[in-house]
T-cell receptor
Framework: EPEVTQTPSHQVTQMGQEVILRCVPISNHLYFYWYRQILGQKVEFLVSFYNNEISEKSEIFDDQFSVERPDGSNFTLKIRSTKLEDSAMYFC???????????FGDGTRLSIL | KQEVTQIPAALSVPEGENLVLNCSFTDSAIYNLQWFRQDPGKGLTSLLLIQSSQREQTSGRLNASLDKSSGRSTLYIAASQPGDSATYLCAVSSYSGAGSYQLTFGKGTKLSVIP
């Protein structure tokens, strides 16, 4: 069965550094998402991407965050200058059509030191 | 703003017991509702999807119901097994315009099935 893949599985970075989290969504899907889960808390929506542009973003997704789909297969989340509070599990998800389930990757655990 | 609440936060049952997990949401204008399973340190595995027009969905020992007007869903697990031990998340999909069906999650119910 097709799946969403995320790399790396764990990223450790110094505060203030830039990080790029990578995702390969399911190939025929049209909608792409990033969510995050801080340890012990709810999974939170960050951003959705459709038709090569951001379709919705949460208040968490400030100017430090950006997303890109550079080549029609990868979907990336960039954090420009990381803060301690960015430490979390980041999940990528993709969706075929609105009445189908969202499929999630296994996540990237981001640790900011 | 949509809020999703799951009760109980944790549940411990002996193997073989049937159990019900509860989910409530504040805004009934949902597109669909999805139940997920999350194992410690792992990703989210989709279990069941109920469209807003449906009342029930079944998959094996799992049955999910939806009462959209009252903002409630339940996940029923029959004949529980130790392998069912995990955190179960409820998430509602809202359509907020062209190209977004983002999910709002509850905090989950942590289930432990004791052999």
């Amino acid at each position: 069965e097709p799946e969403v893949t995320q790399t790396p599985s764990h990223q450790v970075t110094q505060m203030g550094q830039e990080v790029i989290l990578r995702c390969v969504p399911i190939s025929n899907h049209l909608y792409f998402y990033w969510y995050r889960q801080i340890l012990g808390q709810k999974v939170e929506f960050l951003v959705s991407f459709y038709n090569n542009e951001i379709s919705e973003k949460s208040e968490i997704f400030d100017d430090q965050f950006s997303v890109e789909r550079p080549d029609g297969s990868n979907f990336t989340l960039k954090i420009r200058s990381t803060k301690l509070e960015d430490s979390a599990m980041y999940f990528c998800a993709s969706l075929g059509t609105g009445n189908q389930p969202q499929h999630f990757g296994d996540g990237t655990r981001l640790s900011i030191l | 703003k949509q809020e999703v609440t799951q009760i109980p936060a944790a549940l411990s049952v002996p193997e073989g017991e049937n159990l019900v997990l509860n989910c409530s949401f504040t805004d009934s204008a949902i597109y669909n509702l999805q139940w997920f399973r999350q194992d410690p340190g792992k990703g989210l595995t989709s279990l069941l999807l109920i469209q807003s027009s449906q009342r029930e969905q079944t998959s094996g020992r799992l049955n999910a119901s939806l009462d959209k007007s009252s903002g409630r869903s339940t996940l029923y697990i029959a004949a529980s097994q130790p392998g069912d031990s995990a955190t179960y998340l409820c998430a509602v999909s809202s359509y907020s315009g062209a190209g977004s069906y983002q999910l709002t999650f509850g905090k989950g119910t942590k289930l432990s099935v004791i052999p």
